[in-house]
C-alpha cells in the first residue's frame, strides 16, 4: 500500500480484557516506532524496532505492554489486562534513512477505548 | 530528559492575519519536525529542519531552526480557514540501541482560524 496502515482503527475493551493491535508498515522501511497519543496530548514514544529487532522499548508504561516484529514487517503491540489509563489513540510509524535524512510516516492510529 | 515546549497551545486568530507558533527544546539536537494532524486524523509530515539556521517554506507555512537557541519557529502568512489544526513540532533523539532516532513531540498548538 502506499502509507502506513492500522487495524483495527477502533476497539472497544472490557477492563482485564487483552487487546493486539497491529502495524503494517510502508514497504520497505527499516525502522518502525510505536507512539501512544493521549487525548489533547502530543503523541509519546513506546517502542522502536530496527527489521526485526526491538532496539528500544524504554517508553512502555508497564510489562502489560508487548511489541513484537518477527519477520522485520508488520509489527504487532499487545496490551495485556488493560486498565481504563491505557485508554488512548496507538500510532505507529515506520521510516527510511534516505541520504542522510529521515522522515517517519504515521499510519490512522487505533483508538482504544477501556471501559 | 529531553523537554519539548510549544507555545502558544490555543490559537485562535482570523483569517489573513499573520502568526508565529514558538518550539523551544531542552538538548542538542539537529533535527526538528514540524507535522500536522487534523482532529480524528493521523500526523502529516510538513517540514523536517537539519541544520541550523535551515528555513523551508511550503504555501503560507514557514519553518526555522535557530539550534544554538534551541528553538524552531512555524510561521504562518496570511492565514485561511484550511490551516485551522493541531500542529505538532517533534524533535529526534537517539534512543539506547542506536540506529535510527524516536521523536519527542511537544504538546501542539491547537490553531483555530476564523473567518
Known amino acids: 500500500g502506499a502509507g502506513v496502515s492500522q487495524s483495527p482503527r477502533y476497539k472497544v475493551a472490557k477492563r482485564g480484557q487483552d487487546v493486539a493491535l497491529r502495524c503494517d508498515p510502508i514497504s520497505g522501511h527499516v525502522s518502525l516506532f510505536w507512539y501512544q497519543q493521549a487525548l489533547g496530548q502530543g503523541p509519546e514514544f513506546l517502542t522502536y524496532f530496527q527489521n526485526e529487532a526491538q532496539l528500544d522499548k524504554s517508553g512502555l508504561p508497564s510489562d502489560r505492554f508487548f511489541a513484537e516484529r518477527p519477520e522485520g514487517s508488520v509489527s504487532t503491540l499487545k496490551i495485556q489486562r488493560t486498565q481504563q489509563e491505557d485508554s488512548a489513540v496507538y500510532l505507529c510509524?515506520?521510516?527510511?534513512?534516505?541520504?542522510?535524512?529521515?522522515?517517519?510516516?504515521f499510519g490512522p492510529g487505533t483508538r482504544l477505548l477501556v471501559l | 530528559e529531553l523537554k519539548v515546549e510549544q507555545n502558544p497551545l490555543f490559537l485562535s486568530m482570523q483569517e489573513g492575519k499573520n502568526y508565529t507558533i514558538y518550539c523551544n527544546y531542552s538538548t542538542t539536537s539537529d533535527r526538528l519536525y514540524w507535522y500536522r494532524q487534523d482532529p480524528g486524523k493521523s500526523l502529516e509530515s510538513l517540514f523536517v529542519l537539519l541544520s541550523n539556521g535551515a528555513v523551508k517554506q511550503e504555501g503560507r507555512l514557514m519553518a526555522s531552526l535557530d539550534t544554538k537557541a534551541r528553538l524552531s519557529t512555524l510561521h504562518i502568512t496570511a492565514a485561511v480557514h484550511d490551516l485551522s489544526a493541531t500542529y505538532f513540532c517533534a524533535v529526534e533523539v537517539m534512543y539506547s540501541g542506536g540506529g535510527a532516532d524516536g521523536l519527542t513531540f511537544g504538546k501542539g498548538t491547537h490553531l483555530i482560524i476564523q473567518p
Open positions: 510509524a515506520s521510516s527510511l534513512w534516505v541520504e542522510g535524512q529521515e522522515t517517519q510516516y
